[in-house]
């Protein structure tokens, strides 16, 4: 649960959010889970219906202290989430390889965050408009300016949604293998292989006839 002082930076584990497994690698600063998040271009969210259990990969942003979603309001996903039970929200970016001298003590560097609770539907129609465009800055800022808006029926047809983020937990690893003490002898390549999510270059559409924007050659430039 968050502390309740403005000004405080952490959040307190729940039952449901303490590290148990690698208590160390637990990392309570708002400001990991804030670029956790704000790296990310999807999530994950964890739920359970009539049909069973689901995991659907979704598109995801962050607005001050609440991660948004958008859905098709005839989906499943805007459907349960707009009943407000409770579901897990995951992030994961994985950052390398870890190789070590034992098969056993292998591992992978990586930045994780799990938020837990129930989202909420965002009704204001201004509040609606003005999160889409943040959504649409996030996927290319400086576009929404560009494009033709969503209109009425787009909007209406669209479900937004957030979730607070209280009840959450981010799990990091950084470093190098942690071999046994009667390991260190063994005669094999010991380290991290980095791994990084590189930009690519843009590829116009066949029909593109616009001069290719700034925001789109730094894009690529600025990986």
């Known amino acids: 649960m968050e502390k309740q002082n403005k000004t405080q930076t952490t959040t307190l584990p729940s039952e449901r959010t303490r590290i148990r497994r690698i208590a160390e690698n637990a990392n309570n600063e708002k400001a990991m889970l804030y670029s956790i998040i704000d790296e990310a271009y999807l999530c994950h969210i964890a739920f359970q219906d009539e049909k069973g259990m689901h995991c659907i990969p979704t598109a995801c942003w962050r607005e001050d202290d609440f991660l948004y979603v958008h859905a098709a309001n005839a989906s499943r ?12 929200v995951t992030i994961t970016h994985l950052d ?12 992978m ?12 539907q965002v009704h204001d129609p201004e509040h609606k408009a003005k999160s889409m465009e943040r959504f649409m800055d996030k996927v290319a800022s400086g576009r929404q300016t560009e494009v033709r808006p969503g209109n009425h029926a787009e909007l209406a047809g669209t ?16 470093g190098g293998p942690k071999d046994d003490a009667e390991d260190s002898a063994i005669p094999v390549w010991t ?21 290719t924007p700034n925001y789109v ?5 600025n990986t």
């Open 96 to 107: 390398g390889l870890v190789l070590a001298r034992a098969a056993f003590n292998h591992s």
């Open 217 to 221: 050659t730094s894009w690529y430039q």
């Open 77 to 88: 996903l805007a459907k349960v989430l707009g009943r407000q039970q409770q579901i897990c």
């Open 109 to 120: 560097n990586y930045r994780s965050a799990m938020i837990y609770g129930s989202f909420e």
């Open 191 to 211: 380290g991290e292989l980095p791994l990084k999510q590189m930009h690519q270059p843009p590829v116009p559409d066949p029909a593109n006839q616009t001069p």
């Open 159 to 174: 479900s937004l949604m957030r979730i607070a983020l209280v009840e959450t937990a981010c799990k990091v690893r950084r």
